[in-house]
């Protein structure tokens, strides 16, 4: 016992004086580690993707290569929590003295190949998800607290945004003068080398983000060898297929996100700049149409069946309808998330009486708000004066996430419903497909109000529209309606004739849920 106590003594001192420690005693002790920001378009992507597109996180699990500068041991360590970055060995390394110290790791995906040079390829990515490659350096001194390492993203991203009113299915980034590299090799976290692959380039990873939407990726070593010129896209019925050159062409920086918007549409479209109209836009005929854009101004139709894109549209009108349609069966188009119509006082989109109004998207990815105003519908009716209302048309909304709202404000108890009719008018038929719908019907929450899907109500005359044309398949519904007399989906009320059913029992409800405004599940 004596002996040992000794020796342990010994070794402790030499420690204190610098000399070399004993082997596989004092492990390197990493604390946690993080991906630092860097000086970019937009933040650079992650490890793992993140919903919005916004933020470099790790995966619990990932597991990172650690050495000493100068020594061929390597340890293998992994992240065990993701919201501290927390650290643990997994075949940690070991001090050999108490010399001060460069530490260096790094991370790859998909796992190089070192057989053959630490190989990555590139143009796999479309399948099967970009390629990333980190590095960090830390110089730590033994016997200090954990070390925490900040890795640099070794790859640049290049991002395309799609717009437009074509449905592209892919994306090929392409250059004509310069070759893309097919792979590159890594050692220890750094490109070494660039191969250089075929000129026409490779297809690019499809991805969704929060508040970006569809886009597509890919993850290229930086070098002054080659810029990015162009790509190529596929619309979905493999029949277009468009070469888009980009100028100035771009050149790769390492740890930056070099975002590309590109406009496809079909020829002919005709283009809607919302935010240059000095006065509603007249569409008497079909055709193809592209509105984005922020404007005071709206859209009116007065013939025809066209086809009308909204893609971060943001229309508010003060009066008059946003969308107003009069004539012809429309419809829109629903692009992305950020799109408004929205009137101070009328409807958010009007349908005439015998016409119909289609509103669509690609998924319910895709959202549309709508909010009408002073005794009108989000979609439907509106109020001419204060005792005079419109019929309206058809409506179908189909594979999209649709909010409408009417207005609230009344000085002669007239409401509408959130979609469809307003006060004592008639609403056409209303069908709901594949699509999540938030409705709210207008009324003073007490003893007067509309439906939120289905009809008004008006003081001059309480009974209303009773019968109605509603279908709501494979659907989630969340509705409030004007008071507690009126229907969600069906009739308004009052507390004189309150509506007989919070569903009635027309409508038809298959595979859909509907929630009321406690987010209690309504009965159908």
């Known amino acids: 016992m004596a002996a040992i106590l000794f020796t342990a003594c010994t070794q402790d001192e030499q420690a204190e004086r610098g000399n070399t420690l004993p082997d596989g005693e004092y492990p390197l002790q990493i604390g946690r580690v993080s991906i630092t920001a860097e000086a970019s378009e937009e933040p650079w992507t992650r490890v793992g993707e993140s919903t919005d597109g916004q933020s470099s996180v790790w995966n619990a699990g990932d597991e990172f290569y650690v050495k000493f500068e100068g ?6 360590y992994k992240i065990t929590d993701t919201a501290t970055d927390a650290v643990e060995p997994v075949e940690p390394i070991y001090w050999k003295n108490t010399q001060p110290a460069n530490i260096i790791a790094w991370y790859a995906k998909p796992k190089p190949d070192d057989a053959n040079n630490g190989r990555i390829f590139l143009t796999w990515q479309e399948d099967d998800g970009l390629v990333y490659v980190l590095r960090a350096e830390q110089t730590a001194t033994y016997g200090e607290t954990p070390v925490t390492l900040k890795f640099k993203h070794q790859l640049a991203k290049v991002r395309v945004i799609i717009k437009g009113t074509v449905d592209v299915i892919n994306v090929e980034l392409v250059n004509l003068s310069y070759n893309l590299p097919e ?30 939407g569809t886009c597509w ?31 100035p062409y771009v050149t790769l920086e390492a740890g930056k996100v070099h975002t590309v918007t590109i406009t496809v549409n079909f020829e002919g479209t005709q283009i809607i700049n919302l935010s240059t109209l000095t006065a509603p836009y007249e569409i008497d005929e079909s055709g193809t149409y592209y509105a984005t854009g922020t404007g005071q101004y709206g859209i009116r139709v007065t013939n025809g069946n066209p086809n009308i894109y909204l893609e971060d549209a943001q229309i508010s009108v003060s009066s008059g309808n946003a969308i107003d349609i009069t004539g012809g069966n429309t419809t829109i188009h629903v692009k992305g998330n950020d799109n408004e119509v929205s009137s101070s006082n009328g409807a958010g989109i009007y349908v005439a009486e015998n016409s119909t109004v289609t509103m669509q998207g690609n998924s319910t990815e895709d959202a549309l708000t709508c909010g009408g105003n002073n005794l009108s519908a989000g979609i439907g009716g509106y109020m001419i004066d204060d005792n005079t209302a419109c019929n309206c048309g058809n409506i179908v909304i189909d594979n999209v996430t649709l909010t409408a709202r009417s207005g609230q404000t009344s000085n002669v108890g007239n409401y509408a419903a959130g979609i469809g009719a307003a006060a004592n008018a008639r609403v056409g038929s209303i069908s709901i497909t594949n699509a999540i719908v938030y409705a709210d019907g207008g009324g003073d929450g007490i003893a007067m109000g509309a439906a939120a899907i289905g009809g008004g109500i008006g003081a001059t005359s309480l009974s209303g529209q009773t019968e109605f044309d ?13 008071c507690p007399y009126a229907s969600y989906i069906g009739a308004g009320g009052h507390a004189q004739g309150a509506a007989d059913y919070d569903i009635i029992p027309a409508a038809r409800i298959i595979n859909s849920v509907v929630y009321g405004e406690n987010g209690a599940e309504l009965a159908q």
Do not use: Q
């Open 183 to 212: 792979y590159c090799d890594v050692k220890e976290g750094e490109i070494v080398n660039n191969g250089i692959g075929l000129g026409h380039g490779f297809f690019m990873h499809r991805t969704n983000y929060e508040g970006i």
């Open 217 to 247: 990726e890919a993850n290229l070593p930086p070098s002054s060898d080659y810029k990015i010129e162009g790509f190529r896209v596929t619309t979905s019925d493999y029949m277009y297929t468009k070469f888009c050159e980009i100028k």
């Open 470 to 482: 509603i279908t709501i398949s494979n659907s989630a519904i969340r509705v409030t309606r004007g």
């Open 71 to 76: 020594s061929d041991e390597v340890g293998i």
